[in-house]
């Protein structure tokens, strides 16, 4: 299958500073990327919908000024979590749409806020 | 509201007992059927996805899609303890678009 990369795995930061999170598709040119939230034996949330070249789709409840998507190239989207708090905390995983249909995951970055 | 239904179990069977997963989904307009397995701690790993009436195998899985119940499910045949996770089903009803999950199943295999 597709391969999809994410990094940083884990990452713990101060209250207020702000996280960026790397998307990349390795093996194939990815025109949508899905950003998710998970937290403890909890559902995947679906967090924004990403499009090389425009503007990300937040869902509902979603803030964008916290939450900056960016979808530079087709291999390649960003999350940063801008002043983060320890709610912030979370499993944050990115997938890659292959033909349309077909999505593969990241490994996922696990988020710490102290 | 687009929905996917799953049993959340746990679901609890033997080792090389036939794991049977099953999930409903709301919208007669899907095009596209997935199931993700999930380990503790870790992101979805996709096993199989299906779009048309019917069975679909690869290896020990077995994909069943029926669109007039809108009911999907996946077979596991042989069961491992390796296999004991959260199973996810997951819908698409457009190119493009994000997946629907359900809430996932999850699956224990005693050895």
């Known amino acids: 299958g597709a391969v999809v990369s994410q990094h940083p795995s884990w990452v713990i930061c101060k209250s207020g500073t702000s996280v960026k999170i790397e998307c990349r598709s390795l093996d194939f040119q990815a025109t949508t990327m899905f950003w998710y939230r998970q937290f403890p034996k909890q559902s995947l949330m679906l967090m924004a919908t990403s499009n090389e070249g425009s503007k990300a789709t937040y869902e509902q409840g979603v803030e964008k000024d916290k939450f900056l998507i960016n979808h530079a190239s087709l291999t390649l989207s960003t999350l940063t979590v801008t002043s983060a708090h320890p709610e912030d905390s979370s499993f944050y995983i990115c997938?890659?749409?292959?033909?349309?249909?077909?999505?593969?995951f990241g490994p996922g970055t696990r988020l710490t806020v102290t | 509201q687009k929905e996917v239904e799953q049993n959340s179990g746990p679901l609890s069977v033997p080792e090389g007992a036939i794991a049977s997963l099953n999930c409903t989904y709301s919208d007669r307009g899907s095009q596209s059927f997935f199931w993700y397995r999930q380990y503790s701690g870790k992101s979805p790993e996709l096993i199989m996805f299906i779009y048309s009436n019917g069975d679909k195998e690869d290896g020990r899985f077995t994909a069943q899609l029926n669109k007039a119940s809108q009911y999907v499910s996946l077979l596991i045949r042989d069961s491992q303890p390796s296999d004991s996770a959260t199973y996810l089903c997951a819908v698409n009803v457009q190119a493009g678009t994000a997946l629907i999950f359900g809430k996932g199943t999850t699956l224990s295999v005693s050895s």
């Open positions: 997938s890659a749409a292959v033909g349309g249909y077909e999505q593969y």
